[in-house]
């Protein structure tokens, strides 16, 4: 492999970036990024906690195994998260409505089937739109959501006539990076940080207050660049599709900044 082989393969040779979450998600991502030459740093700024109704949360995945639904949506990786954690069960008579293909990959990194991922809008209400278009008939459906989430899916789900049972899954926490990262983030040894969600961005802004200028902050699609923004975050790319390996791919297109100490104080 001669040298500008290399560089058209391995555009991230060099880059150290950020993955802000981890199990099997956060280790695919990582994966991803070393096949195409950067070094991930894998430190996860957000987790679970147990949702404050467990009892609601095991019935129902109870319910879930025994076949009482005809759907199962589920609007977050992390959902997947809380499903894998529980071992549920899935019968193969339950179709499964992921969000968007970052929440359908998440699912089939576990081994869970996905029999719809909303075309365009990758959204609660895009999800919605497309079951409604879908099922004529009232289903059973079975939305997990966390303790944050706006209702919204399961009220146009029971408007168009569906039987909707929502349960809070989980209940989204901050986690402490090491005093290392927080270290090689302000002083630049971190390249880019991958924003996936809302609550990562609330994450980065409040956990490295001091984010040199020539760090990347890249967001996985409009919806998560806009709630970055509000939290207060530069977003430098967006990616055009709501998925890691657009967001990997938007990333490449820069050439890494060698010029860390010109930013230096």
Do not use: C
Request: net charge negative; aromatic share 4%.
């Amino acid at each position: 492999m001669t040298s500008s082989d290399s560089k058209q393969d391995r555009p991230l040779d060099g880059w150290r970036v950020l993955v802000p979450r981890g199990g099997p998600w956060g280790d695919g991502v990582a994966a991803s990024l070393r096949t195409q030459g950067a070094v991930p740093v894998v430190a996860p700024l957000i987790n679970f906690a147990p949702t404050t109704d467990q009892a609601a949360l095991d019935r129902a995945l109870e319910q879930l195994a025994a076949g009482e639904f005809d759907w199962l949506t589920i609007t977050s990786a992390t959902t997947v998260d809380v499903l894998f954690a529980h071992r549920a069960v899935v019968p193969r008579s339950t179709r499964i409505a992921a969000v968007g293909e970052t929440t359908a990959a998440a699912l089939q990194a576990v081994g869970y089937e996905v029999d719809l991922v909303p075309e365009d809008d990758n959204s609660a209400e895009g999800m919605a739109a497309q079951l409604i278009a879908l099922e004529s008939e009232p289903r059973r459906i079975l939305t997990l959501r966390s303790e944050i989430a706006k209702p919204v899916l399961t009220r146009s789900l029971i408007e168009a006539g569906h039987d909707v049972q929502s349960v809070v899954a989980y209940r989204t926490v901050g986690v402490p990076v090491t005093e290392r990262i927080k270290r090689d983030v302000e002083n630049g040894r971190i390249n880019a940080i991958l924003i996936t969600s809302g609550s990562v961005a609330e994450q980065v802004r409040e956990q490295f207050p001091d984010i040199p200028d020539n760090t990347l902050l890249a967001a996985i699609g409009p919806r998560t660049a806009s709630d970055a923004r509000k939290a207060g975050l530069p977003i430098s790319v967006v990616a055009d599709r709501q998925t890691v390996d657009a967001l990997i791919d938007a990333v490449s297109h820069f050439t890494l900044p060698h010029a860390a100490d010109e930013f230096a104080p």
